[in-house]
């Protein structure tokens, strides 16, 4: 009887598996893979001005009927320079071929193509970087001198157009005064004018004889601050340099070393961009002045108190002592100050007492570490080099410093005591040279460049030169070189996409 039932049980199912109709789609869609080429890592663009376009290549087996494109910009917290890890992603485009007039604010933006198989939902991306500016975002800055004496800025664009008078363009007048300095500061607070705002923006400090010190935001020349605004309580000093520290941006005068926050440590709009006071009572400086990658923090003089002083990675300045060696005192006059590699700072004291001249070596033997005067060399037959109205470090590759006499071009060999002629058959004839420095470069997300940098004035224009070296020398034709109007005193490099990540951990140097 059981195994009557269990018969009838099992021709049921049966009777029921054969009443059943298969109505499935069993049209299988192969998967193909989807290659997407033609676009590159990154882009440098100029808002309103530039159209990005872009037309990628494909490799796959899929039909272009089945495919749809999507192109995606992601924002974020824009302070000008970077763009946070909250983001918002807009939709731009839906065409295989892009075409995308650039309004974006200054800012780094990315951009994403997503290709998808509208059969089986299959897709791939490509991912670029928008590095979106104006034409003030990027190039060499040149300080110079007005024929009325005045200071007046000029950029060089990475496309060799020469941008002149930039002063006079975006606030009317250059500012008053012979120029003393100019500074890169990345990442410096301050308070957007139109919503009030805290932002962080690259900025270039401007100080002049006159006692000007003036802070521009690089992306519109914005005027952040003069230096009434800048500081809470406004000192009464000499100002003489704007630079970007290891986490600060930091201001250097008679009064001492102001620093500020940059967004290495504190996040966008944390402060409203003014000084305080000195972070200690350590006050004095000069324009004698050279950075240390290592000490993550200049060395310089203090005129007032005629010492040498050096600010920490906190930004905080101490006087350099020493129990080997004499230091220079009241009685000596600093002539140079110049760094070679990461850990050595040389200076040039003359004793006004004796007559003497010394060069010493400030050592910082390691990350961070304190700075101490490992020598000290007399010279008793100095040479001219001494006394010559301009001199400069080579910075990286040789242990030399170039200087101008009688209007030529020379190199002092620091090992070995003696003097070189520099023979640049390039530059202008009867011309006076009024810059010389090494200007180097080393950000992965930027142009690498170390050059010899040499300008000359005639007839009320200036020709900027800069060479690439061997040994230190400069050699061959100029790399570039660019006339304009008045004479230069410095030269510096500003890279939107430089920050405090990239300067430590991807480089480390740069010229100030």
């Not at 299988?28 to 033609?38: A, C, Q």
């Not at 485009?93 to 299959?122: A, W």
């Not at 810059?435 to 009320?460: C, E, K, L, M, Q």
């Not at 008045?486 to 140097?509: E, H, I, M, T």
Request: glycine fraction near 8%; charge should be negative; charged fraction near 15%.
């Amino acid at each position: 009887m059981k195994n009557a039932h269990l018969i009838i049980i099992c021709s049921f199912f049966f009777l029921l598996a054969s009443c059943y109709e298969d109505k499935g789609n069993y049209t299988y869609v192969p998967v193909s893979g989807i290659e997407i080429s033609g676009i590159d890592e990154s882009y440098i663009l100029v808002t309103g001005v530039d159209t990005l376009r872009l037309s990628p290549t494909l490799v796959t087996d899929y039909p272009e009927a089945d495919l749809d494109y999507r192109w995606v910009i992601a924002r974020g917290t824009n302070s000008g320079n970077t763009v946070s890890d909250k983001f918002t992603y807009d939709t731009i485009h839906h065409q295989r071929h892009l075409v995308f007039p650039v309004i974006e604010s200054p800012g780094v933006y990315y951009l994403y193509c997503r290709v998808i198989n509208r059969v089986n939902g299959y897709s791939a991306f490509a991912k670029a970087v928008l590095e979106v500016g104006t034409l003030y975002n990027r190039g060499h800055y040149i300080l110079k001198e007005t024929d009325g004496g005045d200071t007046e800025l000029d950029l060089l664009l990475e496309d060799g157009q020469l941008l002149t008078d930039i002063l006079q363009t975006t606030q009317g007048a250059p500012l008053p005064g012979a120029p003393r300095s100019l500074g890169m500061l990345y990442s410096k607070s301050l308070v957007e004018p139109d919503t009030m705002v805290k932002v962080k923006n690259h900025c270039l400090g401007v100080i002049t004889y006159s006692g000007q010190a003036v802070v521009y935001r690089a992306f519109d020349m914005y005027r952040a601050f003069d230096h009434h605004s800048l500081f809470f309580e406004e000192p009464v000093d000499v100002p003489y340099r704007f630079y970007t520290s290891a986490y600060f941006c930091e201001y250097l005068s008679s009064a001492g070393l102001y620093a500020e926050h940059n967004a290495g440590i504190l996040t966008a709009g944390s402060t409203i961009g003014k000084y305080s006071f000195p972070e200690t009572d350590l006050a004095g400086g000069s324009d004698y002045w050279a950075f240390s990658v290592n000490l993550w923090g200049a060395v310089y003089w203090d005129e007032t108190h005629h010492r040498i002083a050096y600010s920490n990675p906190n930004g905080m300045a101490y006087e350099l002592t020493s129990n080997d060696f004499p230091v220079p005192g009241p009685d000596h006059d600093c002539l140079f100050i110049g760094k070679y590699g990461p850990d050595v700072i040389r200076a040039l004291f003359r004793d006004n007492v004796t007559g003497e001249y010394s060069l010493y070596t400030v050592t910082i033997a390691y990350m961070r570490g304190t700075p101490a005067i490992t020598g000290v060399q007399p010279l008793p037959s100095p040479g001219p080099w001494v006394e010559a109205p301009l001199k400069a470090a080579n910075e990286v590759t040789a242990n030399i410093i170039y200087f101008v006499h009688d209007n030529k071009l020379h190199y002092h060999d620091v090992a070995n005591n003696v003097d070189h002629p520099i023979d640049l058959p390039a530059l202008p004839v009867g011309a006076t040279i009024t810059h010389v420095a090494n200007r180097h470069f080393n950000f992965t997300d930027a142009p690498a460049f170390d050059y010899f940098s040499i300008a000359t004035y005639a007839n009320g224009h200036y020709t900027l030169q800069e060479y690439n070296m061997i040994g230190g020398i400069p050699t061959g034709d100029p790399v570039f070189t660019a006339t304009g109007s008045g004479r230069v005193k410095q030269v510096k490099y500003l890279a939107p996409n430089a920050s405090y990540s990239n300067f430590f951990f991807r480089g480390r140097d740069y010229s100030r």
